[in-house]
T-cell receptor, first 115, second 114 residues
Framework: AQSVAQPEDQVNVAEGNPLTVKCTYS??????LFWYVQYPNRGLQFLLK??????LVKGSYGFEAEFNKSQTSFHLKKPSALVSDSALYFC?????????????FGKGTRLSVIA | NAGVTQTPKFQVLKTGQSMTLQCAQD?????MSWYRQDPGMGLRLIHY???????DQGEVPNGYNVSRSTTEDFPLRLLSAAPSQTSVYFC?????????????FGPGTRLTVL
């Protein structure tokens, strides 16, 4: 079975500081990993994904994520946070060889960037 | 392309009423799914479909029905609404044949059951 854990319900960071939102996963095969962002009263927007290759994935709005197979982690990062980055962030996983099995989401981490 | 569209945006029901949440996509995506979002619970899958005429249950299917008569549309039906179904509902779609494809979400329907 596939699963995702986001260990922090809330992350607070000062504007201009680096930010990290943590995600760990569990799949039986090779993982296919996503990050999505949800702004207030909006749907989920795709940020970035990891399939294979370079462990550092770059995405939208200056975000990047680092895949670590030994630690089964896919943490979201940004070198310098903006107040506009404040939102709810979801990590998701699918087994790469599982055909049409659904995407499994974590419970979300609320990021608050303080000016 | 309009992407994934959902109607209505807001709905208030009384316990026992029925209604259908509409979802449509214009990207020719075979795979469509319905999620509900509740505080502290993240997104939970209700039902999904890998193509017209094919549907399957997700994590929380009880109280909901779906059908898929066309590639474009995937309505979610509540036959007898209960307060526990108060939630925000999201529809999503992607290409079915490629497991690496990105899943796209609609703007959501906020449902309150009194």
């Amino acid at each position: 079975a596939q699963s995702v854990a986001q260990p922090e319900d809330q992350v607070n960071v000062a504007e201009g500081n680096p930010l990290t939102v943590k995600c760990t996963y569990s799949v039986s095969g090779n993982p296919y990993l996503f990050w999505y962002v949800q702004y207030p009263n909006r749907g989920l927007q795709f940020l970035l994904k990891y399939i294979t290759g370079d462990n550092l994935v770059k995405g939208s709005y200056g975000f990047e994520a680092e895949f670590n197979k030994s630690q089964t982690s896919f943490h979201l990062k940004k070198p310098s946070a903006l107040v506009s980055d404040s939102a709810l962030y979801f990590c998701a996983v699918r087994d790469l060889h599982s055909g049409n099995t659904p995407l499994v989401f974590g419970k979300g981490t609320r990021l608050s960037v303080i000016a | 392309n309009a992407g994934v569209t959902q109607t209505p945006k807001f709905q208030v029901l009384k316990t026992g009423q029925s209604m259908t949440l509409q979802c449509a996509q214009d990207m020719n995506h075979e795979y469509m799914s319905w999620y509900r979002q509740d505080p502290g619970m993240g997104l939970r899958l209700i039902h999904y479909s890998v193509g017209a005429g094919i549907t399957d249950q997700g994590e929380v299917p009880n109280g909901y029905n779906v059908s898929r008569s066309t590639t474009e549309d995937f309505p979610l039906r509540l036959l007898s609404a209960a307060p526990s179904q108060t939630s925000v509902y999201f529809c999503a779609s992607r290409l079915a044949g490629q497991t690496t494809d990105t899943q796209y979400f609609g703007p959501g329907t906020r449902l309150t059951v009194l």
